[in-house]
């Protein structure tokens, strides 16, 4: 039986606690849109914070939104909602509140409908932005105590990257390591990055090349594992994995929505391609689903609700380096 169900659209903007640099940008703030859903009895929600090097921002996400209005207010399947709107922000924040509205409705928390295992907690990676070397190795220590896990944000430099890694090393040499350089690097600079990482224990290289560059990994070999994230949007970009990245990074925003992400992670693992799962920053309402997909993941990068100055509540725990996320955050029990 389809219900007719109401559809409520929002735009908010959470400040971060400090500024936040990668390559080429700085943040300041995490523009998001929220979604609402009710069938009168029950609401799910869903949050997009969209996908800032393709112009995918709240006024894209809420005019694909507003799109598909009357198919969803009219009763559009998830399945359905595959076909009707493109990956991006607005179809994630749709897709997840479905999601939460079916969860609600059944009485069935999302981790059961989508098959999977009660999620355990997952180690996550804590986020570095690229700065001064001193002040990454102070970050390291002084906000991040408890992390086993750290990500460096680079920027392109290679010389001063080097030094940034060797300072948060030296800060840190019990936590796993990776680095994103967020397209910094081109292919002539890639050898010597690679052999920098490998000399402080760098266990994972992040998108070093830029988008559209792909063909340039061809035949390069690397002994630590290279990882797509702006190479890779959705599924349909998966088949070109192999040979070229170790290691896929999903993000929800990306793809269009927790169904997809988990229809990538696994068509990545029958590949043999390592999974890793992140977000785009955003509140706990963004990271939840991702959670549930982390579930299926080598690497988890979801610290991004402890960049915001204030979370929504109640809103992800972490603890002794952990992400846990209960369902009373999304997924089932919250009202």
Not at 23 to 52: C, K, M, N, T, Y
Not at 79 to 93: S, T
Not at 192 to 206: F, G, K, N, S, T
């Amino acid at each position: 039986m389809v219900h007719r169900l109401t559809l409520d659209v929002r735009a908010e903007n959470f400040a971060y606690a400090k500024p936040f640099r990668i390559a080429g940008h700085v943040f300041l703030q995490s523009p998001v849109v929220e979604v609402r859903l009710s069938d009168g009895l029950h609401v799910g929600r869903g949050e997009g914070g969209g996908v800032f090097y393709l112009n995918d921002d709240v006024a894209a996400m809420t005019a694909a939104i507003e799109h598909a209005r009357a198919a969803i207010e009219g009763g559009l399947s998830r399945a359905a909602l595959q076909e009707a709107l493109p990956p991006g922000g607005g179809r994630n924040a749709l897709d997840c509140a479905l999601w939460e509205l079916e969860s609600k409705a059944s009485g069935v928390p999302v981790w059961k409908l989508a098959g999977l295992s009660p999620p355990r907690p997952l180690r996550t990676t804590f986020t570095l932005g690229a700065d001064d070397p001193a002040v990454m190795a102070r970050g390291a220590v002084e906000t991040f105590p408890d992390a086993r896990a750290l990500k460096l944000k680079l920027t392109g430099d290679l010389d001063l990257d080097i030094v940034r890694v060797e300072a948060v090393r030296a800060a840190r040499p019990d936590c796993w390591i990776g680095v994103d350089a967020n397209q910094g690097y081109a292919i002539a600079d890639l050898a010597a990055l690679v052999r920098a990482m490998e000399r402080w224990d760098i266990r994972l290289i992040e998108q070093p090349l830029a988008r559209g560059r792909e063909a340039d990994l061809d035949g390069f070999a690397s002994p630590i594992p290279i990882a797509a994230d702006e190479s890779i949007l959705s599924l349909a970009d998966i088949e070109a994995m192999p040979g070229r990245f170790d290691v896929v990074n999903i993000k929800l925003d990306k793809c269009g929505g927790l169904t997809e992400a988990l229809a990538m992670a696994r068509r990545a693992r029958a590949l043999g391609l390592g999974v890793m799962v992140g977000n785009m920053m955003g509140t706990s309402l963004a990271t939840a689903p991702a959670y549930l997909v982390g579930q299926y993941c080598d690497v988890v990068d979801l610290d991004g609700p402890t960049f915001l100055a204030a979370d929504r509540q109640p809103g992800i725990a972490y603890r002794d380096g952990d992400i846990e996320c209960s369902d009373a955050v999304w997924g089932h029990l919250a009202a």
